[in-house]
């Protein structure tokens, strides 16, 4: 496998996408075939259970169904389109990935985190992210931000199922990336996110400078 797996993971409305899209932008310019993704989505089928889930009117989901839908997602976008591509050389940029189903369905929701991880892996056939950057802000400060872009900031787009949910839920999904990020000092870089968009990108884009570099000369 030539290409690089890159995940950018954190809370709703930490500025994920915002990063992403910059980070496109600087490897595209250097020549660099990228492809951006997300989950839950990425494909057509993905972006179908992206519907079930995220939609409000299904408040009735329980746990193992919200899991096992997102694990579902999973292994349509793993196998249908990131794995072609990391085969084919090119670098994929991708709004999220296991690291979530552990944040959100174990910490968050007291799912068994083995069983996520299992499930998760299962679904990936075992594929990790090269390097996941996680942007940290306080629970209060992705709120604000989802509140805004639903809102204030002039846009329709409405909370989701899952940003609905109340500020303990948002604190221990918080903790659980801090958990991740301890756990895998190797993979993960935790990104200071309650700056500037363009302070942050720098440092996002200092790191994957350095991690090109490495991938080349191997
Ligand atoms: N560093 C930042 N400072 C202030 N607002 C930001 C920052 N980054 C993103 N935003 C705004 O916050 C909202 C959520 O950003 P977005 O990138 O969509 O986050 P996510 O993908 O993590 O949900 C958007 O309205 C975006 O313009
Ligand atoms: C991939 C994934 C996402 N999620 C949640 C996080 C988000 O609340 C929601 C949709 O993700 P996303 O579209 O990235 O939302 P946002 O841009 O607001 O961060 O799905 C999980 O709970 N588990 C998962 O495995």
Same mark, same amino acid.
């Not at 299904?58 to 072609?84: C, F, G, T, W």
């Not at 968050?108 to 996941?132: E, H, M, P, Y």
């Given at each position: 496998?030539?290409?690089?797996?890159?995940?950018?993971?954190?809370?709703?409305?930490?500025?994920?996408?915002?990063?992403?899209?910059?980070?496109?932008?600087?490897?595209?310019?250097?020549?660099?075939?990228?492809?951006?993704?997300?989950?839950?989505?990425?494909?057509?089928?993905?972006?179908?259970?992206?519907?079930?889930?995220?939609?409000?009117?299904?408040?009735?989901?329980?746990?193992?169904?919200?899991?096992?839908?997102?694990?579902?997602?999973?292994?349509?976008?793993?196998?249908?389109?990131?794995?072609?591509?990391?085969?084919?050389?090119?670098?994929?940029?991708?709004?999220?990935?296991?690291?979530?189903?552990?944040?959100?369905?174990?910490?968050?929701?007291?799912?068994?985190?083995?069983?996520?991880?299992?499930?998760?892996?299962?679904?990936?056939?075992?594929?990790?992210?090269?390097?996941?950057?996680?942007? *940290?802000? @306080?629970?209060? !400060?992705? $709120?604000?931000?989802? #509140?805004?872009? &639903?809102?204030?900031?002039?846009? %329709?787009?409405? =909370?989701?199922?899952?940003?609905?949910?109340?500020?303990?839920?948002?604190?221990?999904?918080?903790?659980?990336?801090?958990?991740?990020?301890? *756990?895998? @000092?190797?993979? !993960?870089? $935790?990104?200071?996110? #309650?700056?500037? &968009?363009?302070?942050?990108?720098? %440092?996002?884009? =200092?790191?994957?400078?350095?991690?090109?570099?490495?991938?080349?000369?191997?």
């Amino acid at each position: 496998m030539n290409g690089i797996f890159i995940t950018f993971e954190g809370p709703d409305g930490a500025g994920k996408t915002t990063q992403l899209q910059k980070l496109a932008q600087e490897l595209k310019k250097l020549g660099h075939d990228v492809l951006v993704t997300r989950e839950p989505g990425g494909t057509s089928i993905s972006d179908k259970i992206r519907g079930i889930i995220l939609d409000p009117v299904n408040a009735e989901m329980v746990d193992q169904a919200e899991v096992l839908l997102y694990a579902a997602s999973r292994a349509q976008h793993v196998h249908e389109k990131i794995l072609p591509a990391l085969k084919a050389g090119r670098i994929v940029l991708c709004d999220r990935f296991i690291d979530a189903s552990v944040a959100y369905q174990s910490y968050g929701l007291g799912v068994d985190i083995d069983t996520v991880k299992s499930i998760s892996k299962f679904a990936s056939s075992g594929l990790q992210a090269t390097r996941t950057y996680i942007m *940290d802000v @306080p629970v209060e !400060v992705s $709120m604000q931000r989802l #509140n805004h872009r &639903a809102g204030g900031g002039g846009s %329709d787009q409405q =909370l989701d199922r899952i940003e609905q949910k109340n500020v303990d839920y948002h604190s221990r999904v918080r903790a659980g990336f801090h958990q991740i990020a301890e *756990d895998h @000092p190797e993979r !993960v870089r $935790m990104i200071d996110a #309650n700056r500037a &968009a363009e302070l942050i990108a720098e %440092d996002v884009w =200092l790191d994957c400078r350095q991690l090109l570099e490495e991938h080349i000369s191997v």
